[in-house]
């Protein structure tokens, strides 16, 4: 069974980091391209960043509004997904989840879901 | 961007009706677009791949089509398990979009 648990949210100032996890199980985690989405209270979900497998280079892509703050890394060895958040607004409050992004037809779509996990950014 | 405008952005309906909810691109983006459900407190579940492949394990009243810019999730009879927040999504080009959501409500 695919499984994704994500850990490390919490309450933090703006201007701080935090960095959240996400613990994969039940599929081959280095075969797969990784997202994480979140979705700020009460509102839609949006779209933070991706990471192509190692055979990609690990590269990412990245929302706007996270990029040069945000930075998303892998550690196959683990089956674990990373996400480094620095100098955080008041605005990136929200759940984060962690999604596996499945290659289906001629794309890739976010098949599986972690429970996410709540940030907030607030003094 | 790619931007996506759903709608409506709420709907009131019964169980048994056809519910049909609208996602317009602001460009061409082919059948690259997702279907997903929301529940309240819970993670997203895909409905639909690729504007109408039905992912594994969903319900065959829900139905996906269009192509280009304009597409729609189908709901042939609701059921009290389908009362919920659906989102379109885009992977045609970076960053992927969402739409805005479209929430149904029980009548």
């Known amino acids: 069974e695919v499984q994704l648990v994500e850990s490390g949210g919490g309450l933090v100032q703006p201007g701080g980091s935090l960095r959240l996890s996400c613990a994969a199980s039940?599929?081959?985690?280095?075969?797969?391209?990784m997202d994480w989405v979140r979705q700020a209270p009460g509102k839609g979900l949006e779209w933070v960043g991706r990471?192509?497998?190692?055979?990609?280079?690990?590269?990412?892509e990245y929302a706007a509004s996270v990029k040069g703050r945000f930075t998303i890394s892998r550690d196959d060895s683990k089956n674990s997904l990373y996400l480094q958040m620095n100098s955080l607004k008041t605005e990136d409050t929200a759940v984060y989840y962690c999604?596996?992004?499945?290659?289906?037809?001629?794309?890739?779509?976010?098949?599986?879901w972690g429970q996410g996990t709540l940030v907030t950014a607030s003094s | 961007d790619i931007q996506l405008t759903q709608s409506p952005s709420f709907l009131s309906a019964s169980v048994g009706d056809r519910v049909t909810i609208t996602c317009r691109a602001s460009?061409?983006?082919?059948?690259?677009l997702a279907w997903y459900q929301q529940k309240p407190e819970k993670a997203p579940k895909l409905l639909i791949h690729t504007a109408s492949t039905l992912q594994s394990g969903v319900p065959s009243r829900f139905s996906g089509s269009g192509s280009g810019t304009e597409f729609t999730l189908t709901i042939s009879s609701l059921q009290p398990e389908d009362f919920a927040t659906y989102y379109c999504q885009q992977r045609k080009s970076y960053p992927i979009t969402f739409g805005g959501g479209t929430k149904v409500e029980i009548k």
């Open positions: 039940g599929f081959t985690f280095s075969d797969h391209y």
């Open positions: 460009q061409g983006i082919s059948s690259s």
């Open positions: 990471i192509r497998m190692k055979v990609n280079g690990s590269t990412t």
């Open positions: 999604a596996r992004a499945a290659r289906l037809g001629q794309g890739f779509y976010l098949d599986y």
